[in-house]
């Protein structure tokens, strides 16, 4: 007679979900447009009661349970341009699947500020952070939050042709009281959004969230 147990499904074993956020390490870069993705994982720090201040591989992290998993939260130590390095790294310490277990969070100039979309693949599209990522893992296919960080343009500005991009001197320097009212309100939904991913899955939260957005 066969092993009875045998015929019992087995419960799928799942490490820990790595949410990790660009950005450049130091008190002269916390309040940039090019850190909104370590505050979103600072936010995301506080609402779960957690500390982001354990050094792992290359990344200050913090460890926390979301929907029921396990989740790891991130902030490369390794400034923007090399990201990948601590990404990669993370990846393979806790043997995670870039597609399906890991989320990507960083500041967005083609996105206006107020806004953000997931998105499951693609290009860098000139963002170092993500180039390096890209670079460090092999492929396109991870998922990102991009959190829009382009300045406030009034939309005949923009129809006209004008971008929102203010480039490397605006990405660097402090963020005006009224950028940082508006940046504080997306957080919590930026926050809401990775729930939603490590809930359901890429697919509902993008239902959700992009078509809020647009």
């Not at 993500?130 to 300045?151: D, H, K, N, Y």
Request: net charge neutral; hydrophobic share 40%.
């Amino acid at each position: 007679m066969a092993d009875a147990s045998q015929s019992v499904p087995q419960p799928i074993r799942r490490g820990p979900f790595l949410l990790v956020g660009l950005g450049n390490p130091g008190p002269d870069y916390l309040w940039t447009p090019h850190n909104a993705g370590f505050m979103a994982i600072d936010r995301i720090a506080v609402q779960e009661g957690v500390v982001v201040q354990n050094r792992r591989c290359r990344a200050m992290t913090a460890t926390c349970r979301i929907a029921g998993r396990e989740v790891i939260l991130a902030k490369p130590e390794t400034y923007m341009n090399l990201s990948g390095a601590s990404v990669s790294a993370l990846v393979q310490e806790f043997e995670a699947d870039p597609q399906q277990d890991l989320l990507i969070m960083y500041d967005e100039l083609d996105l206006a500020l107020g806004t953000f979309k997931i998105r499951e693949r693609g290009s860098p599209a000139g963002h170092n952070g993500a180039r390096s990522v890209t670079s460090a893992l092999g492929s396109q296919e991870w998922l990102r939050l991009r959190i829009g960080v382009g300045q406030d343009l009034p939309p005949e500005a923009i129809a006209a042709g004008a971008s929102r991009r203010g480039g490397k001197d605006y990405l660097l320097s402090p963020m005006s009281k009224r950028d940082l009212t508006v940046m504080d309100e997306v957080l919590d939904r930026v926050a809401t959004a990775a729930r939603r991913i490590i809930h359901d899955g890429p697919g509902p939260a993008m239902n959700e969230f992009n078509r809020k957005e647009q």
